[in-house]
C-alpha cells in the first residue's frame, strides 16, 4: 500500500491492520491526532512540557492496547477516553495547578510556549492575559467532569453525544455539567466582556 | 469593566436552554422555541451575546510552529518504538514452539501426575511429618531382636509333638 492511500484510510481501517500486525500505520493516526491530544492535556495541565508528555503517553497506550479495541466506539472516542483518563490522573496526582510558576516561567522567557494570542496591542494583550487567567482559574476551581465536558465541547468541538461517549456518562448529565461550566465561566469573566 | 454591576441575569428556566442554543445542540423544536424567547427577552439575548463573546476566545489557542510539531511527531514516534521492541524480544524466541508448546506441556504434565499417583500410592509422606519418636532404650534393644526370636523358637521345638500325641525327640538325643 503506497503512502497516499494510508494517509486516506479511515481509523477503523488503521485500527485493523494494526491489530493484524502492521503496527507501523498507527503512526498516521498519531499524525492524525497530536494536535488534538495535546491540546486536551495542556487544557488540563497549562504547562507544554507535561502536555506532551501526557499526551505522548496516551498514545503509548493506545498502541500498546489497540488489541483490546473492540470497534464498539468510534477510534477517536476512544482514544479521547484515553487522553482525558490519563489528564484526570494527573490533575488527581498532582492536585492543583501551580498557576505562579507558569507565570513565572513566562516572565523569564524560558517557559513553555504562550497559547494566549499576544499579536494585540499591549492594553489588550494585558486584558486577554488576565481574562485568560481567570477563565483558566474559574475552571481549575471546577469539578473535574464540568470541567472535562466543558473542555471537550468547547476546546475540542465534540459533539454531546461524543461527550457522553468519552465520559461514560448519559447525554443529559453532560447538558447539565456543560450548562454549569458555562455559567461559571460567564460568572466570573462578565468584567472582560 | 463596568458589567458587574448592571449583571444581567438570564431566566434561569432558560439558561441551559440557552447554552445548547449558543452551541447548536438543542433540536429543532427547542431551538425555534429559544428564538421565539430571545426576541422577548433581553437579559437571555445578552446572555447568549455574552457566550458568543466568551467562550470562542477560550478555545482559541495560538498557532504553535511547524517546528513543534515535528519534534513532537518524532518523540512520538521514538517513545512507540521503544515499548515495540521491549515488547517483542522475548516473544519472538516462542514463536517457533507456540503452535505446540500448550499440548505438548499439557501432556507431559499429566503423564508426570499419572506417574507420580501411581508409583508414590501409599506411600506418601509429606516432609514436614515429625517421624515417630521411639525411646532411645528401645531402639537399642532392636538390634537384639533377632536373637530373641531365635531363642522363642528353640523353646517352642520342645514342645512340638507329632500327630500322634507323642512328643518329638530332640535331634541330640536321635544321635545318641
Known sequence: MNQTAQQDLR????????QQGQGEVFEILVRRYMEKAFRIAFDFTHNTEEAKDLSQDAF???FTRIKQFDGRSSFYTWFYRLVVNIC?????RKGRVVWERLDKETESGSGPVELVDTSALPDEEAI????????????EAMPNKQRTAFLLRNHQGLSIPDVARVMKTTEGTVRVYLHRAVAALRQSLLEFV | MARNDILPTACKSFEEDLVLFYYGDDSAADHRRVEVHLKECAPCRGF???LRKLLPQMAKPKELPPKFWDDYYAETM???TVPQERNNWW???FVPMRAWMLPAFGTAAVTALAIGLVIGKGNWRPFSEPREKIPQEILADTNQLEFFRSLDLIESLSSLESPDGTKVKP???HQS
Not at chain 1, 481509523?11 to 494494526?18: G, P, Q, S, T, Y
Open chain 2, 78 to 80: 521514538a517513545k512507540l
Open chain 1, 128 to 139: 486577554a492575559g488576565e481574562a485568560k487567567r481567570r477563565a483558566d482559574l474559574t475552571l
Open chain 1, 88 to 92: 484526570l490522573d494527573y490533575t488527581r
Open chain 1, 60 to 62: 503509548l497506550r493506545a
Open chain 2, 171 to 173: 535331634m541330640s538325643d
Open chain 2, 48 to 50: 447568549v451575546e455574552d
Open chain 2, 91 to 93: 516473544k519472538d524466541l
Open chain 1, 11 to 18: 481509523d477503523e481501517e488503521i485500527v485493523a491492520l494494526c
